[in-house]
C-alpha cells in the first residue's frame, strides 16, 4: 500500500522531461500551427510465465493518473495559474486511485541497442526475467498519443520460465522507481482485462487480446483448458 | 494527397493546448516530483458499417508524428534551445509519413453531455453518421500516456448503416480540423491492423480485434465468411 502525503501543485515553466515545442507550417495552403511535445520512442513487452502460467506485469503509481482523479474531486486543484502560485490539496485520496497496472515497457534513448536488446534490459531491470534476445517475438509498432507526442511504441511477446528469473526487478531505485511486479494467471486474464476498477493501459488489453488470438491455441493442452474465455 | 510547406519549429513556452504542472510529493516516506501534463479525458469509438461490411476510420495529418519522423532522419530539428531559437528544416519528408489512421474519437469537455453522448457527437462531426445513443455500446475504459497525462479514455462500440449517413463529416473546419474518412474492408482488417508501413493507434487495433473476438462471430453468416483470419 502507497502512502502519499505533503502534496504540492504548482505551473512548470521548465522541465529537463516535458519538452514542448510548437511547429508553424503551411497544409494545403492553409497556414497553421500545433503544439507538441519531443518524447523518446518506447518498447513494450507482452510476459508470460510458461512455468506458472500467468502474464508478468508491473503495477506502479502514476502521478498523472493520480491527478487526473484528484481533480474529479477537487476541480480546484489546478486552478493555479500564476507561475508562483501553489496548490496543497488537504482532501486527498488514496493512492490507490493513481496505481496502474503496465506491461513492462522503457523509452528508447540508447542509440547502442537495438530495439529487442532495449526490451530485454527492461525485462531483467523491471521484472527480473533474463531474456536472451532471440527468444523476443515483435508483435507491431504503433503510434501513441497521436496529438501530443506521437511517438513509436514498438510491442514485443516474450515467453519466460521461472529458471529464468535472476534478479527481482522493481526498476532502478536510484532513478526513483518503484514497481510492483504481478503475475496474472491465465484463467483470470480476461475478467481482469475489462475490470474497470483496476486501472490499466491499453496495451494490457491488447496484449491479453493478442495472446488469445495468437498464443493460446498452440499451448499444451493442460494450458489450453485454461483459455481466457470469451463473453458469453 | 497532403502538401506541407514552410515548417519553423521553436521552443513554445506558453500554450492554451499543453499545460504543463509539477507535483511535489512524498511517496512511501520519500520525497519525489513528477512532471507532467493536463488533457481532458477523451472518448473513441470503434465503428462498422454493416450495409458495407467496413470499418470506418478517420485518417488525418498529425504535426507530432510527422516529427518524430523528420527527427530520425534530421536529429538537428530539435537542438534549437533558445526561446527566441528557430528552426527552419529543408530537407522535408512527404506529408504522408505523419498520416496516421485512428478511432474516431474526441475530448470531453462539455460537462453536459455524457460519454455515450460526447461519442455520438464525434461520429457525426467526423464521420456523418448519425448514431442514436442507445445504439452505443461500452467496450470499456484505459488510461493513456500514464507517464504524462493519464487521462481516461473510454471505447465504444457503433454499428451503423448506410441510412444512418447524414453529413459528409470531415471534423470541423472552423477549428482547423482536416480529418480524411476511410473505410477498411472487414476482409482486409487484419493485414491492415499489422502492416507497419500504415501508421496508426493501439485503439484501432485493439478494436478490429475486439470485434474478431466479440461482434463476428455473431454476424451472419454471409459476413462471417469474411471474418479476420488469424496468423497462419
Known sequence: MELLEELEIAPCNSSQYLRPFRLHYRQNGTKKFWDFMRTHDSVSILIFNITRQCFVLVKQFRPAVYMCELERHNPEVFQVKD?????????????????????????????ELSL????????????????????????????????VTGSKQT??????????????????????????????????????????NLPKTMGVMFGFMWFQNNVAPLL????KTNKITPIP
Open 83 to 111: 507561475m508562483n502560485d501553489c496548490c496543497y490539496p488537504r482532501d486527498l485520496l488514496p493512492a490507490s486511485v493513481g496505481v496502474t497496472y503496465e506491461l513492462c515497457a522503457g523509452i528508447v534513448d540508447n542509440p
Open 116 to 147: 529487442a536488446e532495449t526490451a530485454c534490459k527492461e525485462i531483467l531491470e523491471e521484472c527480473g526475467y533474463n531474456v536472451p534476445v532471440a527468444n523476443l517475438r515483435k508483435i507491431s509498432s504503433y503510434r501513441s498519443g497521436v496529438g
Open 155 to 196: 510491442l514485443f511477446y516474450a515467453e519466460v520460465k521461472d529458471s529464468m528469473k535472476t534478479d527481482i526487478g522493481g526498476g532502478k531505485a536510484e532513478e526513483g522507481e518503484l514497481i510492483e511486479v504481478v503475475e496474472i494467471p491465465l484463467e483470470d486474464a480476461f475478467n481482469f482485462s475489462f475490470d474497470e
Open 220 to 223: 499444451p493442452q493442460k494450458i
